[in-house]
């Protein structure tokens, strides 16, 4: 009994410490395997010695029965609410009175932190241990969410290390990643559940179960920024200071958590945020600044139960409600027609919105809007705007269900939909105007033929006119032509036609992936060239010399062989290549011997000799495929500095992690130093 007591105390300190290396440092000791080795052994102890099971053990962090209700809890001292502000001014504004108040000219230290869109929940710790833990509230009384807190994997049971005080509670915010709020309506998706509407919502659904078992499937994470205690002798007298302590304990604080001296260097934390905001693996809402001193924040006290010595500086809200006023169908340049919902005007994440893609027939029934719905637009980042749901009790009488048109719009052709397809295309082929444009526009963008200069209008007048009709006829144009168009005058169309002569020098992936196959991205342009080294070469292969190429599938390549299999398209190509489209052949890869050839690679993370696309060029370059997506199917994950979620994917995985010394080491080597 002894023996097992011993044991099960050093298994419990050995887990919570691995706890501690994944969700605090971010940096585990090892593989997930060993981890769940020391769970099963003190899960295996604990079921027979029964007697030996404390509520701190990380084995019971789901336990107990399902709740009736949520009791009503008491916080230590009342949890505050921020006061907001929304622009520069009103932080200049905030800093201003704040040193007045102070008496003091002198530029203020202030503690930064992003502002998480989550829920506040207080912990109460005593003697380090997990005692209870409640939502909010009105912010003096809450409800008692202690058992599915106790689920969260990143909420320490017990504390480490020294210094907490006796008896007080952690403050944070729990909220839902991004990654995992996907994964999570993709599951309910696939089940035919109800998905929530953002992972705020999410996150809230998923802390409010009677049952903490949903709770614990659910993928939840805190971060913590404040504590009350009711002794406080000996905790540091900073916010910044409090926010390290709390870290040494175990309780996470904000990553992107830091100082920052005067107002003006608060600002330029909020834009840094603000322009990282969409690529952070999780929702803010905006930025908090704490006057980081405690004794100034004592002098300046509080008004109702917003601190005077602390601001929330918002960001743009990134969801709005809009009435949806029309849908149109846009038909692109392989003829897919896509529903486009026309929007009563709003300011959402920064920006008037007054169109909407609703993707597809599919998208648009399942979430079944209908012209006249109050919905909510969403804009995230430099994303394109989207509807998110419509506010099912806001409907009006007679609101219009949309009907998918009989013909295209454009061009009048019939409509078709493969079976089992969402998309439905309108059947005219380069006889429709739209998909003529379409693929004009592609074909001279950036990635394509590059060609500066022929933006949406000017395509739209010159197919609108006859002048164009597909992309050879770009080359026809000249100086007159062009400038007789509206707004253009000799010298923008003199820029046009060098623009257009200068990208007749291209590569042959570029001009593949110019001609607009469909499912042809860039990825599998360059793919096509270097397998096939030549136009020539590609063009008379058969479909399955096409399915050799490394990620081509047998519906791609059967796209790339009808495609050149047609008449016209060949025709398009000559007429292309007989004005002056050239290109130099593709110097096919010597058959390289390299351990990294035939084998799939992900790059993640930052290296600190060169930028990951030049990472990828390299394998590339040594015969390897450089992939974005993680899968069992990987051979290397290489992980450079701040190597986040695919670190721990790959592990799980059991897929080969090379760092950035290794991955430099298996590169510079030929494939037979490897028999050594
Ligand atoms: C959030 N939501 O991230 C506070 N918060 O401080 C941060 N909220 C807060 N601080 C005092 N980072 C009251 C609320």
Redesign the pocket.
């Known amino acids: 009994m002894q023996a097992a007591a011993r044991e099960i105390e050093s298994l419990r300190l050995q887990i919570a410490h691995h706890d501690y290396r994944y969700f605090v440092l971010d940096d585990p000791e090892v593989p997930d395997a060993e981890y769940d080795r020391l769970m099963r052994r003190l899960r295996q102890l604990e079921t027979e010695h029964p007697a030996l099971v404390t509520p701190d053990s990380p084995t019971q962090r789901v336990g107990g029965r399902p709740l009736d209700k949520f009791q009503e809890v008491r916080h230590l001292s009342p949890m505050?609410?921020?006061e907001n502000a929304f622009s520069s001014d009103d932080v200049r504004g905030f800093d201003r009175r704040i040193k007045e108040r102070l008496e003091t000219g002198d530029d203020l230290m202030y503690a930064c932190?992003?502002?998480?869109d989550g829920l506040?929940i207080s912990i109460l710790y005593e003697g380090g241990v997990l005692i209870r833990a409640a939502t909010r509230g009105d912010g003096i009384t809450g409800e008692d969410v202690t058992q599915n807190v106790r689920t969260i994997r990143s909420v320490p049971l017990r504390l480490q290390g020294v210094g907490w005080p006796a008896r007080f509670e952690a403050r944070g915010?729990v909220f839902m990643p991004v990654d995992g709020f996907r994964q999570l309506n993709a599951q309910a998706e696939a089940s035919g559940e109800k998905t929530f509407v953002n992972p705020r919502n999410a996150a809230a659904g998923s802390l409010r179960q009677l049952d903490s078992r949903i709770t614990a499937a659910r993928p939840l994470e805190m971060i913590f920024?404040?504590l009350s205690a009711e002794d406080e002798t000996g905790l540091p007298q900073t916010h910044s200071g409090r926010l390290e302590a709390m870290r040494k304990w175990g309780l996470r604080p904000s990553a992107e958590a830091c100082t920052r001296l005067g107002v003006e260097e608060v600002l330029r934390y909020h834009d840094d945020m603000a322009t990282r905001r969409s690529s952070l693996p999780f929702q803010i809402d905006g930025v908090?600044y704490?006057v980081d001193r405690l004794d100034l924040q004592r002098q300046l006290g509080f008004v109702s139960r917003a601190?005077r010595w602390?601001v929330a500086h918002k960001f743009p809200a990134e969801e709005e409600l809009t009435i949806v006023r029309g849908v149109e169908w846009q038909v692109g340049r392989t003829g897919a027609l896509t529903p486009v919902a026309r929007l009563e005007p709003v300011f959402v994440g920064g920006v008037t919105v007054s169109n909407a893609t609703l993707h597809n027939i599919d998208e648009l029934r399942r979430k079944d809007i209908r012209v006249g719905d109050t919905v909510i637009v969403r804009r995230a980042g430099d994303v394109i705007p989207e509807v998110v749901s419509v506010v099912s009790d806001r409907r009006p009488p007679g609101a219009q269900v949309v009907e998918m048109p009989e013909c295209c719009p454009v061009c009048g052709s019939g409509i078709e939909r493969g079976e089992g397809e969402a998309v439905a295309r309108c059947s005219g082929g380069l006889f429709c105007q739209a998909q003529v444009k379409e693929s004009l526009r592609h074909f001279v963008s950036r990635k394509a033929m590059n060609v500066d200069g022929l933006g949406e209008k000017l395509i739209d007048q010159l197919v609108d006119r006859g002048l164009v009709s597909s992309a050879d006829g770009l080359y026809r144009l000249d100086i007159e032509k062009l400038a007789d168009l509206d707004r253009m005058g000799e010298k923008s169309a003199a820029k046009v036609i060098e623009a257009l002569e200068a990208s007749k020098d291209t590569t042959l992936e570029r001009f593949l992936f110019a001609l607009g196959v469909r499912d042809v991205g860039e990825a599998t342009a360059r793919g096509l060239a270097n397998h096939f080294g030549s136009l020539g070469a590609l063009m008379e292969a058969t479909e399955e010399q096409v399915q050799q190429v490394r990620d081509v599938g047998p519906v791609v390549a059967g796209h790339v062989h009808a495609f050149f299999a047609e008449e016209h398209n060949r025709q398009v190509i000559q007429r292309l290549v007989d004005s002056g489209v050239h290109w130099p052949d593709v110097e096919r890869p010597e058959p390289v011997s390299s351990p990294l050839s035939g084998k799939t690679i992900v790059v993640t993370g930052t290296l600190s000799s060169m930028s990951r696309e030049e990472a990828e060029a390299l394998v590339r370059k040594l015969g390897g495929v450089a992939s974005s997506s993680l899968s069992s199917k990987t051979d290397y994950l290489v992980a450079g500095e701040k190597a986040g979620s695919k670190l721990a994917k790959a592990e799980k995985l059991g897929v080969d992690i090379l760092d950035e010394q290794g991955f430099l080491q298996l590169a510079s080597m030929q494939a037979s130093d490897l028999n050594h």
């Open positions: 505050l609410s921020l932190e992003p502002k998480m506040a915010e920024y404040g908090v704490k601190p602390a």
